[in-house]
């Protein structure tokens, strides 16, 4: 299913309990470019054996809103088909005036992650996100690359600002995959990341559970994270306290920061 909103055009999708099997493609693509503005509920449906499961976008000034609940996602292909289960990405071109806000929660994912992450946030431009990745359940044995991406900033793509969430998630992926989990801010982009309550672990050689990286110049803000900022022991410390049952890893560039909740 492919749908794309354009201009000043609004429009909303809902599906429940519907099956999507067997396409070379995404089982659901839907997208908002220009000033449109585009709300997507998915809940309770299955995704069986496509390339990619569900792919949400926007562009330019569009905004986007969308709540990916209770859906199954089964992948046993091989490489070249086995892509991201749940995909949300801004284009490059999003604009301070973009909104995109969604959920990604209480998935469950068996398989798959061979050619890409099995869920991938990859946010860009300069516009507004907020986001929940929460209370998933994600498997694969197989896969080679991360169970949850999270990327903040994109080379060459302006400043965002991003609310993040990511918690409750249980990841497990096999001896040929890589982080369970990986959150990171590129660039200049300003993110913040509540990471908590995850069980994430992963059977690659020297890899972790959680990973969190602050790259370039750009903000990473853990909530009530009290520092010393700059320390990737206290990162580690910090992240592995509230994620009990996960090996964590860090990255500072330049430093962290704490403050609020996101």
Known sequence: FLFEVRGNGIAALNFSGCNFMNNFTQGIQA????????????????????????????ANDADVTFDVNGNRFFNNLATGASGTAIAAVNATTVTPAAIYSGKIRNNTINGGGIDNHLVTVLLAGTGQNTLQIAGNNLNATNAQFSGIFLQAGEPGAGALNANTTVTSNTV?????????????????????????????TTGGVGLFGI?????????????????????????????????????VNATVATAYSGGAAC
Do not use: W
Request: aromatic share 6%; charged share 10%.
């Open 172 to 200: 497990s992926l096999g001896m040929l995959g890589s982080h369970g989990i990986l959150v990171q801010s590129r660039t200049n982009a300003i993110l913040c990341s509540e990471i908590a309550s995850n069980v994430s």
């Open 211 to 247: 990973n969190v990286r602050q790259r370039d110049t750009s903000t990473f803000r853990l909530p009530n994270f009290a520092g010393p900022y700059n320390s990737t022991a206290t990162v580690i410390s910090f992240v592995q306290g509230k994620n009990a049952g996960s090996t």
């Open 31 to 58: 997208s908002a470019s220009g000033q449109s503005a585009l709300n997507v509920t998915i809940a309770s449906c299955g995704f069986t054996n496509n390339n990619e499961g569900v792919v949400l976008a926007n």
